[in-house]
């Protein structure tokens, strides 16, 4: 009888898998994905294994939104080379399950059919391939803070060297220092991308989006920095919010004409959404 790749992961590093409670062991990250992701899980489990230096726990490894999701958590003693090393390894491994058949592990696309998504080659498809904007397939976007400024990256994932390379933000057409999360209702997509002032979702051009971005990403002549301004002069209470979602850094844009937040605020086709204050409630 063959050993199932997953069980013979964990064996293979017990270490990494392994924990245990009343005399019992279990594997919280006992693989969960099919078996089209066997080569690059057990490729980014070795690397973790290299980078970490038996420092690392992985607690969870399946499919989310058609794509890989590896969460683990650090033990004391790991230096800062060594975590960009361990993050390197994960970010490759869900660059590749991005375009590799999670049933056969052909070259694949994210499809959709209404009520599930997943990556597959044009046999194992089911529905209808999500469209990706152009320029921004298999993009990888980070921005870290250096010396109290941010700092971004973009790279591009390329299959046949299953590595990234970094590519010039100016190729995408859009300025590099507008940066927001997103959350997309249509393709269920989310992460970090480049905000270029157009309402739609950078992964399928949907207008089903959710923004959220920084504050000090606005130019000055910007509507929202306009309608703040505005806003300022009007009675203390609404001063009050406003202001102090502006001291915050952060708020949130939505298109449509309602929302479930009372104190929600109208300006060229979105709403302006309190954030969570410094003691877990909005002022």
Partial sequence: MTLDWRRALVERYPHLFL???KGKQFAPGYPTVGDGWRELVEKAIDRIEEAGNGRIRINQIKEKYGSLRLYFDTLQGLTREQM?????AVALAKARSECTCERCGAQGLLYG??????????PHARGQPIPVRPGFEHLRIEHTIVGGRQ???????DRETDSFSDIDPKS???????????HCRACAKEGTFIYDGHHACPSCNSVEVQFALGIEEFPDDHPF????????????????????????????????KRSQTKRARYFNGFTLLPCSGPQGRTR
């Fill in 113 to 122: 059919d209404g009520a599930w998504l997943l990556t597959a080659c044009l």
């Fill in 151 to 157: 700092v971004v990256s973009y790279q591009r994932y």
């Fill in 84 to 88: 960009a090393a361990v993050e390197d």
């Fill in 172 to 182: 995408l057409g859009v300025e590099e220092r507008s940066m927001a999360r997103f």
């Fill in 225 to 256: 920095i306009e309608t703040m301004r505005g806003l300022a002069k009007e009675d203390a209470n609404r001063t009050k919010l406003r202001l102090w979602i502006v001291s915050d850094l952060h708020l949130e844009l939505t298109r449509g």
């Fill in 19 to 21: 924990r245990g409670s």
